[in-house]
């Protein structure tokens, strides 16, 4: 079981610099396909669930008709396997005839005509994970236009079927070719996934001047397991992660999975939470139409939003780990205001935690006590 709870202290501010789009001054909250539903192309067999326009039509109109949008969520991200096997006579990518007849500009309009922004994806390798059509160096300049004239809001790098070297050209090429369009698009990088994710092979100085946000690590699986070791990876690098994210440029730590199978109420609760205390993107990958009042209520839950979406961008970090299992996590806010989170590891009884004195000056000054574990359904 894990139990958190987020209280609000004390504050601090810092100036920030990032890439000259002037997008995603917060991290970006929406939908993405990926974890859901991953290269599910057989509509035959499956026309609901399968990747198609119907289904990113589906997401926008459940964001945009049961409070999703309002609350911020207004990204719907397609991710791999949207494409036709081939690129069409001018040498553009192009969608899937079949799955996505109206094309990708069509799709765009959608969700523009609901207050809505379309994500796509594409990969600087010979091909994508998925094994379609990638976009190679000399390939960047015509798919950056491709997307824009497709009126694209989002665009996500991937970087299979690719070497070091080519990454070390092409994500910076893709930045500047996006931006030559003249379209805002903001721009997602997997890079520093490929490069283990930490200095030296990584860079996050440039990083921050080249793209909105960024894939560290390995992607989420469906399991609190999965959840747990993205949560441990970003804490026990923190010195390093927090420093490199701000206004316009963001660690990405991967999907939220509640209402999905693989994790209970509190554990979906758990994630939301230390996700919003990392400044990080908050992009759903789950399905909207049927997403239960649990699932809804702690993807909705205010609070939560408002501190991830804290305009002053300072990531939280880990300032307290009891041997009692009860992790306490800080994060500054605007406002003279800051977040703490109590975060249980223990799955076995009730236990009674206390931070230091209150007559500390420290963030840590906070006192509070509370009962932080049940057990896990």
């Not at 190679?136 to 809001?153: G, N």
Request: proline share 6%; aromatic share 10%.
């Amino acid at each position: 079981m894990h139990l958190v709870e987020l209280l609000f202290v004390s504050s601090l501010s810092v100036a920030t610099f990032a890439l000259d789009n002037g997008l995603m001054r917060v991290p970006p909250m929406g939908w993405l396909a990926w974890e859901r539903y991953r290269c599910d192309i057989d509509c035959d067999h499956d026309p609901k669930n399968c990747i198609s326009e119907n289904l990113f039509m589906d997401m926008a109109d459940r964001l945009s008709e049961d409070g999703w949008r309002e609350l911020g969520y207004v990204y719907v991200n397609i991710d791999d396997c949207w494409s036709s096997m081939k690129r069409d006579d001018n040498g553009r990518l192009q969608a899937d005839p079949k799955r996505f007849p109206g094309g990708i500009h069509k799709l765009a309009r959608y969700m523009h005509d609901r207050g809505l922004k379309l994500g796509i994806y594409g990969d600087m390798g010979t091909h994508t994970c998925g094994g379609y059509p990638g976009t190679t160096l000399d390939k960047i300049e015509l798919d950056a236009q491709t997307f824009a004239d497709w009126e694209v809001d989002m665009f996500k790098f991937d970087g299979c079927y690719s070497n070091a070297t080519e990454q070390e050209q092409g994500y910076p090429l893709m930045s500047k070719a996006l931006n030559a369009t003249g379209r805002p698009i903001g721009y997602s990088c997997s890079w520093p996934a490929y490069q283990g994710g930490l200095p030296p092979k990584v860079n996050y100085t440039q990083l921050g001047e080249i793209c909105n946000l960024w894939r560290n690590y390995g992607d989420i699986q469906d399991s609190w397991d999965s959840v747990l070791k993205i949560i441990n990876w970003f804490f026990e690098n923190q010195n390093v992660l927090v420093s490199a994210a701000g206004p316009g440029k963001w660690n990405d730590p991967d999907m939220l999975i509640a209402g999905d199978f693989g994790l209970s109420m509190e554990q979906s609760r758990s994630q939301m939470a230390i996700w919003a205390m990392m400044a990080a993107p908050l992009f759903m990958s789950n399905d909207l139409r049927t997403i239960n009042s649990g699932a809804r209520s702690i993807l909705q839950n205010k609070i939560a939003i408002s501190i991830n979406q804290d305009p002053m961008g300072i990531p939280g970090r880990s300032i307290l780990k009891e041997k009692s299992g009860i992790d306490v996590y800080w994060r500054p806010l605007s406002k003279n205001a800051s977040a703490l989170v109590f975060f249980s590891r223990r799955n076995d009884m009730p236990t009674d935690t206390r931070l230091p004195s209150a007559n500390s000056t420290t963030p840590q000054a906070a006192t509070r006590s509370m009962m932080s574990s049940r057990r896990r359904p």
